[in-house]
């Protein structure tokens, strides 16, 4: 008896599991676009200049350290 108890819960917890495993894709699908998307315009944003001149300072010792 236990069989068929098992049996009868068996398709719908299948179908769940499936479903689960669709929903789970689409929301990881989703996400990965909206990071996607999100990076893209970081991509294209000016550096700021405070960033750019410590940038160019730590270069600037760079080139110092190599000629020692």
């Known amino acids: 008896m ?3 108890t098992e049996r009868q819960a ?3 917890k299948e179908m769940k599991d499936a479903r689960s495993r ?3 894709n689409a ?3 989703a996400l990965g676009m909206g990071l996607r998307r999100a990076y893209q315009k ?3 944003e000016p550096i700021p200049e405070e960033f750019s001149a410590l940038l160019s300072k730590l270069s600037e ?3 110092g350290a ?3």
């Open 2 to 4: 236990a069989d068929d």
């Open 42 to 44: 970081v991509l294209h």
């Open 22 to 24: 669709v929903e789970q």
């Open 61 to 63: 010792k760079d080139d």
């Open 27 to 29: 929301r990881r699908e």
């Open 10 to 12: 068996g398709p719908g």
């Open 66 to 68: 190599d000629k020692d």
